[in-house]
């Protein structure tokens, strides 16, 4: 296993269903990232955990829920979700939240769709 | 607030001709990294290359490089003897002590065989 993996790949729910995307890293790093992507826009900072503490949630619905057991692992779990919702989310990580130079890490994403 | 602007939603370059990708961004601080990440499609997004602001030579990675202005806050984005794997996303990113990763929207590039 190597780098950032995200699962599911690819995900349909209706906006009574609740589910769940995870993610983990193989990289050693210490913070990671959900991000929302939507078309032809800038990537959405969704939250932050920096050694399993949650560092910043950036007015997020609360119909997402994050949760991050240990460094390695993320998850974002969905409920009550509207079909605005519907993009592709990306995991991302990296060394520290506070320090290094910025670069991140990402997995290939969750393509959401919301009916 | 800091801002990253990529005004060139789509570019297309013939195959093995050189393409050249704009960004500018806007801050008031003085040292700060800026970024070019590539997103194929369905791929992973990946790190093409990295400027720091305090170094005035610009970064190079085989056949990309950049055109950093620190004065006009532009950071372009040069792509030489252009490729079909090439074909992707762009995105311009900024990144300061603040820990604020700021995006822009993205350019779309085609290479044309």
């Known amino acids: 296993e190597t780098g950032v993996t995200q699962t599911p790949r690819h995900l349909v729910m209706g906006m009574t269903n609740k589910k769940s995307l995870k993610c983990e890293q193989h990289l050693g790093h210490n913070a990671m990232y959900w991000y929302k992507q939507s078309a032809k826009k800038p990537l959405e900072l969704m939250f932050v955990?920096?050694?399993?503490?949650?560092?910043e949630n950036n007015s997020v619905p609360s119909r997402f829920s994050p949760e991050c057991p240990n460094s390695s692992h993320l998850f974002l779990h969905l409920h009550t979700l509207q079909p605005e919702d519907s993009a592709l989310y990306l995991c991302?990580?990296?060394?520290?939240?506070?320090?290094?130079?910025?670069?991140?890490?990402f997995g290939e994403g969750s393509r959401l769709t919301v009916l | 607030a800091q801002t990253v602007t990529q005004s060139q939603p789509e570019m297309s370059v013939q195959e093995a001709e050189t393409v050249t990708l704009s960004c500018t961004y806007d801050?008031?601080?003085?040292?700060?990294?800026l970024f070019w990440y590539k997103q194929p499609p369905s791929r992973q997004m990946i790190l093409v290359i990295r400027?720091?602001?305090?170094k005035q030579q610009n970064a190079t990675e085989n056949r990309f490089s950049v055109n950093f202005q620190k004065a006009a806050k532009s950071f372009s984005l040069k792509i030489s003897d252009s490729q079909l794997g090439d074909a992707a996303m762009y995105f311009c990113?900024?990144?300061?002590?603040?820990?604020?990763?700021?995006w822009g929207a993205g350019t779309k590039l085609i290479i044309k065989p």
């Open positions: 955990y920096n050694f399993k503490e949650q560092t």
């Open positions: 991302a990580s990296s060394q520290d939240r506070g320090q290094g130079t910025g670069e991140l890490f």
């Open positions: 990113a900024y990144w300061d002590r603040n820990y604020q990763l700021i």
């Open positions: 400027q720091e602001a305090y």
């Open positions: 801050t008031s601080e003085s040292d700060y990294y």
